[in-house]
Every structure is written in structure tokens, then in C-alpha cells.
């Protein structure tokens, strides 16, 4: 499966982006998908997962209550809705899938990645 990320941009803190994956090939509705960051000079860190059917979503804790994962299988894309964005949410954000199904807060857990869309927040 290929994926396309894509959403990103320059926002102001306290804004809002959303974010998508959208898939190709394969058959998306199979897969878990997850959103990760990677800030200049930091690791790749989880940001939210979602299962493949939906019914089950992952936070990291420095994004609950601010961010909302879902999808729509017969889209075959995965949505990151960010709001109250802070600056330290500035990032590459990448979307991965994860064959399993479940989903993942660890990078390693996926099998395919997308290219990554760049979020900055600005004061």
C-alpha cells in the first residue's frame, strides 16, 4: 500500500490543521493506521492511532483532548484533526499502516510509510 500525507502548513498557536493519509493499493480497510512526528534534532515520536475498522484510537498524552484520528475506509484516508496547536507540535508529520490491524505506538510496529507533511506553529 502507498501512502500520501498531506494538510500540512504554517499556523498560528491556538489554530487548527487537519492532516491526511490517503492510500493507494493494497486494501486499506485491512490496516491500522498511525500518525508519528519527527522534530528537527528529536527522535520519531507516536502522535495517534486508529485501528482498522475505527473502533479503537491511540493518544500520546501530549495530544489528548487536542487531536482527533479518524478514517473513512471507503475514502481510504485516515484524518488528524489538530486543534489548539502549540508551538512545540511543529513537525514532519508521517502516517504509517500497520498490517496487524491494531495499531501501534511504536514506529517499528508499521510496515508502510508515507513521505511526511511539514506543521509549523508559529507565535
Known amino acids: 500500500v502507498q501512502l500520501q500525507a498531506s494538510g500540512g502548513g504554517v499556523v498560528r498557536a491556538g489554530g487548527s490543521l487537519t492532516l491526511s493519509c490517503a492510500a493507494s493499493g493494497g486494501t486499506f480497510s485491512n490496516y491500522a493506521v498511525g500518525w508519528f512526528r519527527q522534530a528537527p534534532g528529536k527522535e520519531r515520536e507516536f502522535v495517534a492511532a486508529i485501528s482498522w475498522s475505527g473502533g479503537s484510537t491511540y493518544y500520546a498524552d501530549s495530544v489528548k483532548g487536542r487531536f482527533t484520528i479518524s478514517r473513512d475506509n471507503a475514502k481510504k484516508t485516515v484524518y488528524l484533526q489538530m486543534n489548539s496547536l502549540k508551538l512545540e507540535d511543529t513537525a514532519v508529520y508521517y502516517c504509517?499502516?500497520?498490517?496487524?490491524?491494531?495499531?501501534?505506538?511504536?514506529?517499528?510496529?508499521?510496515?508502510?510509510w508515507g513521505q511526511g507533511t511539514q506543521v509549523t506553529v508559529s507565535s
Open positions: 504509517g499502516a500497520d498490517k496487524t490491524g491494531f495499531g501501534s505506538t511504536w514506529h517499528a510496529g508499521y510496515d508502510y
